[in-house]
């Protein structure tokens, strides 16, 4: 099957038609980044109105280069949540547009499911990939969320924990502004460490034991004050150092507790999804260790896109799961079927 997915949860206007769950046969992100830079963050009012001016060419652009027409796809999906209101309903009414006016199936879906789903997508050079296998342990980090959830069949989503604070992205772009980089932090940090020296500073590793939850602001206001004492001693800002040693203590954070739940939970195979999924380092830490298989999206796709909706929406589409024209944005929409109080902990 052949879906169409649509996305406008925050500042990306994307769509793509992805085949059977797996083969993107296109994929169209405008990105508003470069209209939100001035303000360090994303203007929700800026953000909507460009989806409205952009979304239109976007989604034409997605079915021209998969070479399809409207007729050629099997269902729509869109994003309903979590996410701006504004933007979200953009997406939504595009997508209701299209299922009306073709009568094809409309099929809502969860951003953060999308995220989890884009771990399924092949890029081109890929063709030996498999698909994740289950039981496993999804890590979940991205610009507004920082999770770790049991999946032991498709569509079903186990909560074990997760931030308590920052978000590991929001981590990433308040240490980048701080450090003077330019927005978004991620890529940026992940660029200025490139020459540094992760040993240069110890940063703190929020362990939280006993919880599968994660905290990154002690972290945040560590690199703040070690900023700030540089600066008084009058010397320049070791760029390198500082974003190599913050960006080590994200990663040895995150891949340490996700190793330890992933032995808990006794799970076949990880997968780690969103925004942050993209860093290199934290792709070589899960990658250096060889007790489980370790999936990631292509990193093309770890941030917002639409072909990880359209992936998403297939499973949906295959279980029969179809919604009505009056579906409605759901812009707090919690994506846990359960959480870990009501699952039996392995013994
Ligand atoms: P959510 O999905 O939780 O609603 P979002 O959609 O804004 O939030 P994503 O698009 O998944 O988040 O990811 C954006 C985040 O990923 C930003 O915080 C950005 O700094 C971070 N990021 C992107 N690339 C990298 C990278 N190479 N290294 C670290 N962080 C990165
Ligand atoms: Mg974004
Ligand atoms: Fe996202």
């Not at 602001?217 to 800002?237: E, H």
């Amino acid at each position: 099957a052949r879906i169409l997915g649509i996305e406008t949860s925050c500042d990306e206007t994307a769509a793509a038609v992805v085949e059977e769950g797996r083969l993107p046969l296109s994929n169209v992100v405008a990105s508003q980044i470069d209209l939100h830079a001035q303000y360090g963050g994303v203007f929700p009012e800026v953000a909507s109105r460009q989806h409205i001016r952009t979304i239109y060419a976007v989604v034409n652009a997605a079915l021209e280069q998969a070479h399809l027409s409207l007729e050629d796809i099997d269902a729509i999906a869109v994003t309903r949540g979590p996410g701006l209101p504004g933007s979200l309903v953009v997406g939504l009414n595009m997508a209701k547009g299209l299922a009306l006016a073709s009568g094809k199936p409309l099929i809502g879906i969860n951003h953060l499911e999308g995220h989890i789903y884009s771990a399924w997508l092949v890029s081109e050079n890929q063709k030996d990939h498999y698909p994740p296998q289950f039981p496993l342990l999804a890590l979940l980090v991205s610009g507004g969320h920082t999770e770790l959830i049991l999946m032991t069949d498709h569509l079903t989503y186990q909560r074990l924990g997760g931030t308590l604070d920052d978000a590991a992205g929001e981590a990433f772009d308040k240490v980048g502004r701080l450090l003077g980089l330019t927005y978004p932090g991620g890529p940026a940090i992940q660029e200025a460490a490139r020459n540094g020296n992760e040993a240069a500073f110890h940063f703190p590793r929020a362990r939280l034991e006993g919880t599968w939850d994660f905290s990154f602001s002690g972290l945040k206001t560590a690199v703040l004050r070690t900023v700030q004492d540089l600066q008084k001693s009058g010397r320049g800002l070791p760029l390198a150092d500082l974003a190599a040693s913050f960006q080590a203590a994200v990663v040895d954070t995150l891949v340490t507790k996700t190793l330890q739940a992933a032995r808990t939970f006794r799970v076949r195979e990880i997968l780690v999804a969103g925004g942050v999924s993209a860093n290199q380092a934290l792709r070589r830490a899960f990658l250096e260790q060889r007790e489980f298989r370790v999936h990631f999206p292509p990193p093309f796709l770890c941030t917002d896109n639409a072909a990880m909706i359209a992936a998403a929406g297939y499973f949906h589409f295959l279980r029969g799961h179809r919604d009505g024209l009056d579906m409605d944005v759901l812009p707090t929409w919690p994506l846990f079927t359960s959480s870990i109080n009501e699952t039996l902990i392995p013994s």
